[in-house]
């Protein structure tokens, strides 16, 4: 093999500055060069690399568009809107095709009307608007609350006894019959039910983030920090809940769905809210399960209730997946 002779006039470059000598730098040879990590960019590019969280999310999309906009739309009234058929008989009860022509063609009646003329398409995304919001407020209260006291309870032994008697005592009490007694006690309403939701919903998530705590804090890493010297709300807040953000993201998509299933058995039983929620809806349809020719009004809510809970605990699960930096790879 011939070797080639290289012309250094090509470069015009003096011979000094050619074959100057490099100071060598302690410091930046132990300098490692590697691409910058983001972590919730990992996260959302290990999330869409699956075709059917894509699939997911557009549907979840469409449901909050139908839920929170569509309402805003057709100036939906809960107090006028349901009720402006009301004196026409002819419009009560109708299948989809019935009512598209008498109605003529609409969104609003693809799911026929109800007992009163309405529109059971317009009725059950006015009530989605307000069950998934009663889901989000009572799982950020839950989420919130449950997370802080069980960073708390698992890094305090006092405080582990106290609570740990407490959660003996409540968890032990079934969570529907309690907040069935809150409910009869006080007036349901929305801000009731918030509350019979969080008074000790956040109790169980609490009691697992301090078992997720406890497992957590005794690594070496978190006992060579405690040796340095550096403050316990440091180690919880720096070393110990970022490593659980995807057990934490796992529980919320569990905790979502589940409100709503609370709203609408609680409805469905008559002791749920006075608004016209899904369950609501579920539960003023009933008497249409079992008439001939009346089923849609109670299956299109219960549809669309199902098919809600599903897509938040699939998106949520999911995103819980990628938030595991292992799935990072």
Known sequence: MKEQLVNLDEFNMSEEELFSQVN???????????????????????????????????????????????????????????????????????????????????????????????????????????SISLALICALINMFVGVVIGAIWGFSKKVDIFMTEVYNIIANIPYILLISVIVLIMSASFWTMVFALTVTGWLGIAYFIRTQVIIIRDREYNLASRCLGTPILRIATKNILPFMTSVIVTLAATEIPSYISYEVFLSYIGMGLKDMSLGKLIEAAQNAMVTPGWEFEFWCPVAIASIITVVLYVVGQNLGDASDPRTHM
């Open 24 to 130: 060598h730098d302690s410091l930046s040879s132990e300098k490692i060069t590697a691409p910058r990590y983001s972590y919730w960019r990992s996260v959302f590019r290990v999330f869409f690399k699956k075709k059917i969280n894509i699939i997911v999310l557009s549907i979840l999309a469409v449901v909050i568009l139908f839920t929170y906009v569509y309402p805003l739309v057709i100036a939906y009234d809960p107090e006028v809107t349901p009720y402006i058929n009301l004196m026409d008989g002819s419009s009560k009860h109708l299948k989809p095709g019935a009512a598209i022509d008498k109605f003529g063609f609409s969104l609003s009646w693809i799911f026929g009307s109800g007992d009163k003329g309405q529109s059971t398409f317009d009725a059950i995304w006015y009530g989605s608007s307000i």
